[in-house]
């Protein structure tokens, strides 16, 4: 079984401040890990994607994660934030064995919103 | 540029009519997911296909909707008879083989059940 857990169902920041996006993970294996930006009314992209090589994991738009296998966790973080920033991200865990192979489940999301 | 193509983007239906949601996966991807979004229950994993074959549908209503991969270029999920509580947003998403791989979605459908 795998499971997400996202800690904070909004986050609000200042533009020009750091973020930080809080994800815990659940699973019988050693996962792979996602995580997805949706801006209002669009589809999801793919911010970044651990897959047990490196632990800090670069994305896209200046975006980071570390994975911290005694922590269970997959924080993503940005050091400053853009306007742009603002949307609903999703922390996302795949399962890597059994008929579940490849399956992705998400996070209930995390709404960021950016103050100028 | 390889995309994974919804069709219809916005569909409006009276209740108890059968609403049908095609998904042209990317070319050459053997996995595909079906999502419901709705701002109360999030993302939720409909059904899921490899190699055209259903590995899970379990978070789907069995009663009323079906999904099936006629080809490996559509997928096809099909809500018969429709209901309001079926409004949400449907997203179809393609992989390639590998538990590494991300999953690229489309840009969805918009369900409204009036």
């Known amino acids: 079984a795998q499971s997400v857990t996202q800690l904070d169902s909004h986050v609000s920041v200042s533009e020009g401040t750091p973020v930080l996006l809080r994800c815990n993970y659940s699973?019988?294996?050693?996962?792979?890990l996602f995580w997805y930006v949706q801006h209002p009314n669009k589809g999801l992209q793919l911010l970044l994607k651990y897959t047990s090589a490196a632990t800090l994991v670069k994305g896209i738009n200046g975006f980071e994660a570390e994975f911290k296998k005694s922590e269970t966790s997959f924080h993503l973080t940005k050091p400053s934030a853009h306007m742009s920033d603002a949307a609903e991200y999703f922390c996302v865990v795949s399962a890597f064995r059994g008929t579940s192979y490849g399956k992705l489940t998400f996070g209930q999301g995390t709404i960021l919103t950016v103050h100028p | 540029d390889a995309r994974v193509t919804q069709t219809p983007r916005h569909k409006v239906t009276e209740m108890g009519q059968e609403v049908t949601m095609r998904c042209q996966p990317i070319l050459g991807h053997n996995t595909v997911f079906w999502y419901r979004q709705t701002m109360m229950q999030g993302l939720e994993l409909l059904a899921y296909f490899r190699n055209r074959a259903p590995l899970d549908d379990s978070g789907m209503p069995k009663d009323r909707f079906s999904a099936e991969m006629p080809d490996a270029t559509l997928a096809t999920l099909k809500i018969q008879p429709s209901e309001p509580r079926d409004s949400a947003v449907y997203f179809c998403?393609?992989?390639?083989?590998?538990?590494?791989?991300?999953?690229?979605f489309g840009q969805g459908t918009r369900l409204t059940v009036v």
């Open positions: 699973s019988s294996y050693s996962p792979s």
């Open positions: 998403a393609s992989g390639p083989r590998g538990v590494d791989t991300e999953a690229f």
